[in-house]
């Protein structure tokens, strides 16, 4: 799991570089080919006792980022919202495409990959439409008590890099803000499967991880680490991740079956915010991967840990911060990270939220 989760994150970094040289796409409120969201009428069948079929694609296997729909589905949520919903494994060219092509209605990506999407001649056709965590909780884990817990103190240790131009940027961007030099930064390749005992054995004085299965897994072995997050130092990097993205035309055609599976998963969301426990069971039942075997007791830390983090300090699950989400956009274009810039508000919706 962890390996497949770095890969991922490497996969995402990669594809944001993608987006250089390409133009920007659909605006916020209105997806492209669509008409402005329906009512907020509930419901997802056309006929009485007729489940709507929807497909889900998730971006890699099942993990505490995804609670929130094998709990909508284990207690019955979409259902009792007419839906009957597909949880899926994404293909080797990603979930954004699968989605984009129709293949199925809703999909997860980070907001950072969906860069290549939308800075194009031609945009893909999704839409954000909720964010499943609501901050980046990304960041650097490293050897303790060797003063790597801020961003400067990097100098003079070593940082296992997948060698992106996007990762690349963000790490001397967030060094240089805390007054140090990345030119100072020792680079060595990452093949890093174990984050925790990469740290431990020594093998690199630093890696980037996601806090919530990373760090919670250093955590649960007690495995001494320090550890600071991007946003805390650079906040136009405290971008969503990761993001339930739809059709747009799906959205066009259907904008209550959206609403009817938002709303739904809002209350898996919550009922995993309140029993962790219960619902870090449910992913693991409803894992049909068997990616988690074995990694029951990691699921269960994660997934307590995971509790603040989905709505965090928003009233509504799912929020999308305009300021938030163009601020990210226009950092890769001032980077030159992205050749066309991404106009503001262009790539999500709040719309479909209840």
């Keep these: 799991m962890k390996k497949k989760l770095s890969l991922l994150l490497s996969a995402c970094l990669c594809l944001s570089l993608a987006a250089c040289g ?7 409120s209105q997806p492209a080919g669509s008409q402005q969201a329906g009512s907020s009428q509930q419901g997802g069948s056309s006929e009485q006792g007729e489940l709507k079929k929807i497909t889900l694609c998730l971006d890699w296997t099942p993990n505490t980022n995804h609670t929130g729909f094998y709990v909508a589905q284990a207690l019955g949520y979409y259902e009792e919202n007419g839906l009957e919903v597909e949880i899926v494994q994404p293909p080797e060219d990603g979930a954004t495409a699968l ?19 939308f800075s194009r001649p031609d945009p893909l056709p999704v839409t954000a439409v909720a964010a499943l965590l609501q901050h980046n909780t990304s960041g650097i884990i490293a050897v303790a008590g060797e003063g790597m817990d801020h961003p400067a103190g990097l100098e003079g240790h070593n940082y296992a890099t997948w060698n ?33 005992g990469a740290i431990e054995a020594r093998q690199a004085d630093s890696i980037w991880v996601y806090y919530g299965w990373g760090c919670v897994n250093a955590e649960l072995r007690e495995i001494p680490f320090d550890f600071f997050y991007f946003k805390d130092y650079a906040p136009e990097l405290d971008y969503y991740t990761p993001v339930i993205i739809a059709n747009n035309d799906f959205l066009a055609q259907e904008p209550d079956t959206a609403k009817s599976l938002l709303e739904a998963t809002k209350r898996g969301y919550e009922y995993a915010i309140e029993n962790p426990e219960e619902a870090a069971q449910m992913l693991i039942d409803g894992d049909t991967t068997g990616s988690l075997k074995g990694s029951e007791e990691l699921v269960m830390a994660s997934q307590k840990w995971m509790c603040d983090q989905y709505k965090a300090e928003v009233e509504q699950w799912g929020y999308i911060d305009p300021a938030r989400w163009d601020g990210f956009y226009q950092w890769l274009s001032d980077n030159g990270l992205c050749e066309i810039p991404i106009e503001a508000g262009v790539g999500f919706s709040n719309d479909y939220l209840s």
Excluded: K
């Design 164 to 196: 992106s131009p996007i990762e690349l940027a963000m790490m001397e961007y967030v060094i240089a803000q805390d007054g140090g030099d990345f030119a100072n930064v020792e680079l060595i390749p990452n093949s890093i499967t174990d984050e925790a």
């Design 22 to 28: 390409q133009s920007a796409g659909q605006s916020s």
């Design 99 to 117: 989605c984009a092509a129709g293949q199925c209605e809703f999909a997860i990506t980070v907001q950072d990959s969906l860069a290549s999407a």
